[in-house]
T-cell receptor, first 112, second 112 residues
Framework: GEDVEQSLFLSVREGDSSVINCTYT??????LYWYKQEPGAGLQLLTY?????DMKQDQRLTVLLNKKDKHLSLRIADTQTGDSAIYFC????????????FGQGTTLQVKP | DGGITQSPKYLFRKEGQNVTLSCEQN?????MYWYRQDPGQGLRLIYY???????QKGDIAEGYSVSREKKESFPLTVTSAQKNPTAFYLC???????????FGDGTRLSIL
């Protein structure tokens, strides 16, 4: 199948780390993406990782990829109230369509 | 500033009416995309265009039509054949099909 699965909700305290998890189905996927969506807005590209990498770090964001288990995670260090949003993971298939398969999104709630 | 502009932000359609959603980008990207987002779900691909004068159906193209007469513009028409058009519509673009996609701020379409 083409399912990308995410847990629906995560609540953390300000200053803590957040870890948002995602599982995907296609082992031939080339790139995996994390997008952030604030209420009523479009999607903001946060980071992405190529399928031959295990980890990518970009300031407060760390992406971990476990290809064997088809598991992707996004860690946000020192989570702030401005990080409250919906986070989508997406996989790009190896075919030449540019098609992204999105998860249903994880709502991150940051409590002060 | 370079970016993707979608208009209008809110759109209302009467039964049996066609409506057109605008998407313009000044990023000089070759590829453009239309997605549909329903509450609590991820995005689903409607149509995409790799280059001017070319476009392909995505997963849910029925009831929609597009054109790509100019590189910077990719309008989406929601026809009366689309029986459940109420949704949030997102346009995206990328330099090529194998590059990360960047999104506009979306148009919310509702039925009167």
């Amino acid at each position: 199948g083409e399912d990308v699965e995410q847990s629906l909700f995560l609540s953390v305290r300000e200053g803590d780390s957040s870890v948002i998890n995602c599982t995907y189905t296609d082992s031939s996927s080339t790139y995996l993406y994390w997008y952030k969506q604030e209420p009523g807005a479009g999607l903001q590209l946060l980071t992405y990782i190529f399928s031959n990498m295990d980890m990518k770090q970009d300031q407060r964001l760390t992406v971990l990829l476990n290809k064997k288990d088809k598991h992707l995670s996004l860690r946000i260090a020192d989570t702030q109230t401005g990080d409250s949003a919906i986070y989508f993971c997406a996989e790009r298939k190896s075919s030449n369509t540019g098609k992204l398969i999105f998860g249903q999104g994880t709502t991150l709630q940051v409590k002060p | 500033d370079g970016g993707i502009t979608q208009s209008p932000k809110y759109l209302f359609r009467k039964e049996g009416q066609n409506v057109t959603l605008s998407c313009e980008q000044n990023l000089n990207h070759d590829a453009m995309y239309w997605y549909r987002q329903d509450p609590g779900q991820g995005l689903r691909l409607i149509y995409y265009s790799q280059i001017v004068n070319d476009f392909q159906k995505g997963d849910i193209a029925e009831g929609y039509s597009v054109s790509r007469e100019k590189k910077e513009s990719f309008p989406l028409t929601v026809t009366s054949a689309q029986k459940n058009p109420t949704a949030f519509y997102l346009c995206a673009s990328s330099p090529g099909l194998d590059q990360p996609q960047h999104f506009g701020d979306g148009t919310r379409l509702s039925i009167l």
